[in-house]
């Protein structure tokens, strides 16, 4: 996997956190009083909702309908003003092969270079807020997401966000993107790499406190708006004996999938759950071997020095000298404690699937019932 | 589903061989995605005041006879009275880029705002036909409608040379048909865009409700029409009533399969309601078992 990989070229190649560009920054005037509030050089002001735009949007949906897996990510820029995160572009990153693991390092972060150095230069906006990931099904947890979100939200300002578009559900008719930051609690125990047991009851994570959510929002502006609405509206044919259907026609005219009746995705989706339970119980297996072993060791060490103890006290009382107490954990090597997040995050994707299954089948009762009333049977 | 309104152009083709016989490699229509589109508008509205319209390369594939646009990135150029200048190197690296991302789009053309065509437009047209040599590069007019008297819209042209000794500053732009295209599950995305204020955390049962809204309000427009019809309010049109038998009279037939189906759906949702709160109880456990 060229998790840590990517991590490393996006941390290679991000400006450092106070590099964002605030317009007010470099010019010693006073900054207007109306403004005063909404511009925050030392990004003191929380984020409390993120603007998408809607090129943003197209170019999303595009591009994580056109990759063939669900590996398609990129990075948005935008500016963040007065706690919105206004994200006005987008660019795709080459999906990573896992080839040459340096190699493809450097190419990604050379390649993000000079996209931000070329959109510069045609007025674009180059400032990195954050990055999104194509998922299906609503599974989106992964050791991916989770390191490439945990170093921008070190190095960028305001800590990024990663925005999670679902394909699966969007091609059901409801659009989904949804905007994420890790919780500060789990920043904490990935900082300092604690995963094990103990570590998650002192910062209290479950797969649900890994990730917090920020309102999201769809801005369009004035000039795509207007053009929007000219595409929508009906055009009528020029032609006076065209079939009703076809008398009217727009650019963009109305879909109904939404009202498609047919379970089609239910079947993938009960496979993908029962896939995540077995990836769950596997990963399980493992962390219960290893504690296992752990135990042994354990054991086998106190067994030691018990054994050792009793003996130097025969000695003592035998009037000989005590035999030197040696350094237990260089006889037994007791394994690490096992780090819980893989299976933290497995448990992650079974609920995922098992919520879009739990929504996608409640939708389907209702397209049933419907239908049924309709036909009046 | 064309982009621009009534047009009452006639597109001409002269869809006759070339002398050898090949066949012509004349793109005859045009279809372009709403990123493409909209990457376009970003791009105008971030122009400086210096700059009377901006260019851009058109990136997609081609078949046959159609040129199916994907997406599209702003290029630097300027123009003056005297003349015309294109940062080439910046096309250039600015395609390897995008080609490494999405190795299948190749340079089909190139847009512009504004619908004016002038030699400059014939002097650009001439240097993106070498770029996608050996075919013909497409041209895109993109009308802003932000200038007066003239509505939004878009064009697609091709070129062809004019003149006894063709010369790279004339040619004709025949106009070709443009068409939007988007694949069928973008589609949400778009209703996005279009409803004011829709937020994209709505639940699936949300979007359901206000289709079947919808619906219900088309019937009941229907309906007003039948019966005003029936009062004799209305000349009732015949085309329409055939339609609406057509399309009402194909009743959902009643099978057998209904309520093993809905005994199917509700055994699911009964699962994943199972498996959810398995999961959050294993969550809980994984913090307490230490304890």
């Known amino acids: ?344 995050l497995l448990l992650g994707q079974v609920d995922a699937y098992a919520k879009s299954l739990e929504s996608n089948a409640g939708t389907g009762l209702v397209k049933m019932y419907g239908a049924k009333a309709s036909s009046g049977v | 589903m064309p982009l621009s309104a009534s047009s009452s152009a006639a597109y001409l083709q002269n869809t006759s061989p070339t002398p050898n016989g090949a066949p012509s490699t004349r793109p005859t229509s045009l279809t372009i995605h709403p990123s493409a589109l909209f990457s376009i508008l970003d791009h105008y509205l971030r122009r400086t005041d210096a700059q009377h319209r901006v260019i851009g390369t058109l990136l997609g594939s081609r078949t046959d006879s159609s040129v199916d646009v994907k997406a599209a990135f702003a290029v630097l150029h300027s123009e003056t009275d005297e003349q015309v200048a294109v940062d080439m190197d910046y096309h250039r690296a600015m395609y390897d880029l995008c080609a490494r991302v999405r190795p299948n789009e190749t340079i089909v053309g190139w847009y512009s705002t504004g619908s004016d065509l002038n030699t400059y437009s014939a002097l650009i047209q001439n240097f993106y036909s070498q770029e996608t040599a050996p075919h013909q590069a497409v041209h895109v007019a993109l009308d802003t409608g932000t200038e007066g008297g003239k509505g939004a819209g878009v064009k697609a042209y091709i070129s062809s040379p004019v003149g006894i000794f063709p010369k790279p500053e004339n040619c004709v732009f025949v106009p070709i048909p443009c068409e939007l295209r988007f694949h069928e599950a973008e589609r949400s995305g778009l209703d996005l865009l279009l409803s004011p204020n829709a937020s994209p955390a709505q639940t699936d049962l949300d979007v359901l409700a206000s289709a079947l809204t919808d619906v219900q309000n088309m019937l009941n427009r229907v309906l007003a029409y039948v019966q005003s019809v029936l009062r004799g309010e209305v000349v009732g049109d015949k085309a329409v009533g055939r339609y609406l038998m057509d399309v009402l009279g194909t009743g959902v037939e009643e099978d057998g399969g209904w309520t093993a189906g809905l005994q199917d759906t509700l055994m699911v949702t009964y699962l994943a309601n199972l498996v959810r709160s398995q999961a959050e109880v294993s969550a809980r456990l994984a913090l307490t078992s230490s304890a």
Not at chain 1, 277 to 295: F, P
Request: hydrophobic letters at 40%; charged letters at 20%.
């Open chain 1, 1 to 344: 996997m060229a998790a840590p990989s990517m991590a490393a070229a996006l941390a290679a190649s991000l400006p450092a956190p106070q590099a964002a560009p605030t317009p007010a920054a470099p010019t010693y005037e006073a900054i207007p009083a109306s403004m005063s509030k909404a511009i925050d050089i030392e990004a003191e002001i929380p984020l409390t909702c993120v603007q998408l735009d809607g090129m943003v949007i197209t170019k999303i949906l595009k591009h994580s309908r056109e990759a063939s897996s669900t590996t398609a990510h990129g990075l948005l820029l935008g500016l963040d003003l007065d706690g919105i995160l206004e994200v006005s572009n987008s660019f795709a990153l080459p999906s990573h092969t896992n080839d040459d693991d340096e190699k493809a390092t450097k190419s990604i972060g050379r390649y993000q270079a000079s996209m931000l150095r070329s959109l510069k230069e045609v007025q674009g906006d180059d400032n990195v807020v954050g990055f999104y990931q194509a998922t299906s099904l609503g599974a989106f947890f992964n050791q991916t997401l989770i390191d490439t979100q945990a170093i921008h939200q070190d190095r960028l300002r305001h800590g990024g966000v990663v925005i999670v578009h679902d394909i699966s559900q969007t091609a059901r008719g409801n659009a989904s993107f949804r905007a994420f930051k890790l919780t500060p609690s789990f920043m904490d125990a990935y900082r300092r790499a604690n995963f094990s047991t103990a570590g998650l009851v002192s910062h209290r994570l479950t797969f649900s406190s890994i990730l917090e959510e920020i309102p999201l929002r769809v801005r369009t502006n004035a000039l795509l708006n207007s053009y929007l609405n000219m595409l929508a509206t009906p055009s009528t044919s020029s032609f006076s004996g065209a079939r009703p259907g076809e008398a009217t026609t727009s650019a963009l005219s109305p879909s109904y999938s939404v009202l498609d009746i047919g379970n089609t995705g239910l079947t993938k989706n009960l496979e993908q759950v029962a896939e995540a339970i077995d990836n769950y119980r596997t990963e399980e297996g493992n962390v219960a071997y290893l504690s296992r072993q752990i135990a042994r060791e354990k054991l086998r060490a106190e067994t030691y020095v018990a054994k050792r103890k009793e003996e130097n006290a025969r000695r003592v009382s035998q009037g000989l000298n005590p035999l030197p107490e040696e350094d237990v954990s260089r006889l037994f090597r007791i394994p690490p404690e096992p780090s819980r997040l893989e299976s933290m």
